[in-house]
């Protein structure tokens, strides 16, 4: 019940905060200007500071578009950073590991990371050569998909097969047509997605195509701009604790 997992509001981005008795990863840091405003600077930052947080043990950039990487600059400018992985594009950063499938460690109150995607194999377009994050808190799941597309759905469930379930699924490519298939939702059988888009944006996100398939298997569904961040917890084993911060901080005139 210790562990935290925060998707953040940052508008059509994705920035993800693991907390867990002091310690933090960050997937992924929002879009904007990475030489100038960008919403690390105005919601990632601030968030990890109002979490005490001097720190972080881990930064995953999920792949190299600027809505997953603006804000890795500043990021990196603000705080100390632990171990820094990245996806589709290694040359980003001297520094950076490339998330590699399989690849996992453990922080020790138990909180275990691994990838599972990309394999290492050439030829995938950015989106797809997203990494791919399961966060198992002992007590609950949680699968971060980055941008994947259906293709590399499909090839992560042939692989990892049961592997893949997760109570909470970050969806796809913030809802895109192009993701969350319904044998993807099958193969992961999420109790809770989370959907980090922001209103009336240019791409359609998300797609009524894929909210219409969470619908017909019953998963409760989050959004961003909605809710503003959602905040998932497993107080109970196997069942996610989620509460959105507009619905828990209603103002008087409502």
């Given at each position: 019940g210790e562990t935290s997992v925060t998707v953040l509001d940052v508008g059509q981005g994705t920035a993800v905060v693991v907390s867990d008795r002091g310690r933090r990863l960050l997937y992924d840091t929002g879009g904007g200007?990475?030489?100038?405003?960008?919403?690390?600077?105005?919601?990632?930052?601030?968030?990890?500071?109002?979490?005490?947080?001097?720190?972080?043990?881990?930064?995953?950039?999920?792949?190299?578009?600027?809505?997953?990487?603006?804000?890795?600059?500043?990021?990196?400018?603000?705080?100390?950073?632990?171990r820094l992985w990245l996806g589709g594009s290694e040359d980003m950063v001297d520094r950076a590991l490339p998330c590699e499938s399989g690849r996992a460690w453990?922080?020790?109150?138990?909180?275990?990371?691994?990838?599972?995607?990309?394999?290492?194999?050439?030829?995938?377009?950015?989106?797809?050569?997203s990494c791919v994050l399961l966060i198992d808190t002992g007590s609950g799941r949680v699968l971060l998909a980055g941008d994947i597309g259906l293709r590399q759905e499909y090839e992560l469930l042939r692989y990892w097969r049961d592997a893949l379930s997760a109570e909470v699924l970050l969806v796809g490519h913030h809802g895109s047509r192009s993701s969350t298939s319904q044998a993807w939702l099958n193969g992961v059988s999420p109790?809770?997605?989370?959907?980090?888009?922001?209103?009336?944006?240019?791409?359609?996100?998300p797609h009524p195509?894929?909210?219409?398939?969470?619908?017909?298997?019953?998963?409760?569904?989050?959004?961003?701009w909605a809710s503003g961040a959602v905040t998932v917890a497993f107080d109970t084993p196997g069942v996610p604790q989620t509460s959105g911060w507009r619905r828990a901080s209603e103002t008087w005139w409502k």
């Amino acid at each position: 019940g210790e562990t935290s997992v925060t998707v953040l509001d940052v508008g059509q981005g994705t920035a993800v905060v693991v907390s867990d008795r002091g310690r933090r990863l960050l997937y992924d840091t929002g879009g904007g200007n990475p030489a100038g405003a960008n919403m690390a600077q105005s919601v990632v930052l601030p968030f990890l500071h109002r979490q005490g947080a001097s720190g972080l043990d881990a930064l995953v950039i999920s792949h190299g578009d600027q809505d997953h990487s603006a804000g890795m600059p500043s990021v990196i400018r603000s705080m100390p950073v632990g171990r820094l992985w990245l996806g589709g594009s290694e040359d980003m950063v001297d520094r950076a590991l490339p998330c590699e499938s399989g690849r996992a460690w453990s922080w020790p109150g138990g909180t275990r990371f691994q990838f599972l995607s990309p394999a290492g194999r050439a030829g995938l377009s950015s989106n797809d050569a997203s990494c791919v994050l399961l966060i198992d808190t002992g007590s609950g799941r949680v699968l971060l998909a980055g941008d994947i597309g259906l293709r590399q759905e499909y090839e992560l469930l042939r692989y990892w097969r049961d592997a893949l379930s997760a109570e909470v699924l970050l969806v796809g490519h913030h809802g895109s047509r192009s993701s969350t298939s319904q044998a993807w939702l099958n193969g992961v059988s999420p109790r809770v997605a989370i959907l980090n888009n922001a209103y009336g944006n240019r791409f359609g996100h998300p797609h009524p195509e894929v909210l219409a398939r969470l619908e017909k298997q019953g998963i409760d569904y989050w959004q961003t701009w909605a809710s503003g961040a959602v905040t998932v917890a497993f107080d109970t084993p196997g069942v996610p604790q989620t509460s959105g911060w507009r619905r828990a901080s209603e103002t008087w005139w409502k």
